[in-house]
């Protein structure tokens, strides 16, 4: 914004009524002495005419101070934060990898292989999920290359065993068994974004493009919940191709049965292919077949930008300028093609030109950014599907909302996502990348029913501190914000440690409280796609709806209980969270709004981006004419002026001089 144009404003301003307020004896010249003018001004009709022309250049007055006020406004180039959301034309990509231990001394390779796969494609969005027994996202669909290439080195360090890796496949073992594999490319798929349908409901297949990059020598131990098969055929109902890499491709015989040739049957019905993970072929083939397929618009990943945003000073300044020619017009009765006109008429064409905001191509819009680092701490335990938030809907759709909702007031901060249910999982490291963040809140889901064990509020203490810190460490002066949006129900049978990190380490944030006391039943998470037309019959209350997980309620198991269980916040164990962390409790409910709490979570203010975080946007011209306007309309507010002072006061008698 061109705010030192304000100035400059405000002292021409000055000028021209010191210009029109001065004597000047050119107007004393035109002047002569009339006698028995008092017999004239005290008539009741000149009195009537005085009071209406009076009232007249009052409106016309104000008209030009609001002209002059807005024009210089407009000129100044206002701006706001703004949210866009380019298109972009791209396809979805899930690397899928088995780390079991029948992997474990090809994992590191695999990755390498990935890593040349995502130096082939081209704006494509990528994303990383692992699985033993099951299965953990390690990054979201992302379009930033950096971004994904660095959570590439981090899993091939972790592989290959380098120090400070540990941790790494924490969350793949929750499962009964390992190397699950059916199960692990259903987790795959589900790293998806759904696609709605008009009514809310998923609809298949997708609009767009999608490829999963199956890594897996096939070798099953334990049972699964779903077979490759099952997956397989998963995986051609949402019309998703599956190239399957196999590091051993070797099997004992030539049988149907044999592991590659199941994993070589399943990614081909699929419309995928098969390659061995030594074959030279195998990068360049996965490649050519993902971009054989179809791109398709999706929205990009909101981003905040500083816009032009002269809107309510042009409407001010047109709406004055008609109204400042109209009433001149009336007083004066001039001819519509005498000099003053002309130039009123001009002064209203330059507004109008203004308002219309004409605009060259090849300019930037400058982006917004919040100098912070925004920790989601998700709840993904099965009360989270409580159905007791909006109407009958689950918890989870409220957090899923809120943390869109967040990161839309913090434009440009970097955002972390950790869920917790049995364990904690970092789901997404720290990225700018909000259509990443949007993707996983997408698909947030509980664990499944089975595996549940019982979980504790605070389990995601130690996982949190150690991104704190390090988040720390590396921009010691970036303020972190900590969001933690759960129910507060403590299940694993004893008391929950305290949620404390280290002193400095929380600058802001809040606890998010969702459900209520009365409590909610949960549907159960049974791993399966469930036919949507069974589930409003499945389980104790029915009332399933189109596109969840499980039909089945989760049953009261309790000594003496019986039916369905119920869920209740705990809003108790909510409050002492937020007292540990330092940040103010929010109990949140459908339609509220995360403005009132932003404050105080101390989000700091939103500052100019870099220059390489410039977003495509036309140079805007309006200003120009504004500014032209405002020069315009300074010598009519000199006139004006004059002819306030030189007008007889009310009550004052006109005579002879």
Known sequence: MFWWLLPVAAAAAGVTAWV??????????????????DRLTALPEYRAALRRYRRLLALAGTAAVLLLVSTAVAAARPVAVDTVRPEQHNRDIILCLDASGSMSSADAAVVEVFAKLAREFDGERIGLTIFDSSAIQVFPLTDDYDYAQEQLKNAKDAFEGKPGSSGFLDGTWSGRGSSLIGDGLASCLNSFPATKDPAGRNSQPPPRSRSVVLATDNFLSGKPIMTLDQAAGLARERAVH??????????????????????????????????????????????????????????????????EAPGVPLAVALLSAVVLFAVLWRMQRNRL???????????????????????????????????????????????????????????????????????????????????????????????????????ITDVLEPQVTAYAKGSSITVARQVLSERLAAARDSHPSRPRLVFYLGDGEQTSGKEPEAMTVDGGLVAGGAVLGYGTAAGGRMKENTGMEED???????????????????????????????????????????????????????????????????????????????????????TELYWIFAGAAFLLALPEAVALVRQLRNLPGAGQRVGAR
């Open 242 to 307: 599956v190239y399957a890499l196999n590091p051993g491709d070797l099997d004992y015989g030539s049988g149907a049965g044999q592991p590659g040739a199941q994993l070589r049957a399943a990614a081909e019905s699929t419309g995928g292919s098969y390659y061995a993970l030594d074959s030279p072929d195998a990068v360049a083939g996965i490649v050519d077949g993902i971009e054989r397929t179809e791109t398709s618009a999706i929205q990009g990943a909101p981003r905040a930008v500083f816009s």
């Open 20 to 37: 029109a307020l001065r004597g000047s004896k050119r107007l004393n010249v035109r002047r002569r002495p009339v006698a028995h003018a």
């Open 532 to 618: 949507p037309a069974q589930a409003g019959d499945a389980g104790t209350g029915g009332g399933g709806t189109s596109g969840t997980r499980g039909g089945r309620y989760v049953q009261d198991n309790r000594p003496g209980n019986a039916g369905d269980a119920l869920s209740m916040i705990d809003e108790g164990r909510l409050r002492t969270i937020a007292e540990q962390l330092g940040v103010p409790y929010v109990h949140r409910a459908a339609g509220g709004t995360v403005a009132d709490m932003m404050q105080p979570a101390h989000p700091g203010k939103v500052e100019r981006a870099d220059a390489d975080g410039a977003v495509a946007a036309g």
């Open 337 to 439: 093609r005498s000099r003053a006109s002309l130039r009123r008429g001009v002064l209203v064409l330059l507004v109008l030109a203004a308002v219309l905001r004409p605009h060259l191509p090849g300019g930037s819009a400058q982006a917004a950014s919040s100098d912070l680092n925004v920790f989601f701490v998700v709840d993904t335990t099965t009360s989270m599907v409580a159905e007791d938030y909006a109407s009958g809907a689950p918890r989870l759709e409220g957090v899923r909302e809120d943390i869109m909702a967040i990161a839309e007031q913090l434009p440009g901060a970097r955002f972390s996502v950790i869920t917790f249910d049995t364990t904690a999982h970092v789901r997404m490291p720290l990225s700018t990348d909000t259509l990443a963040l949007q993707t």
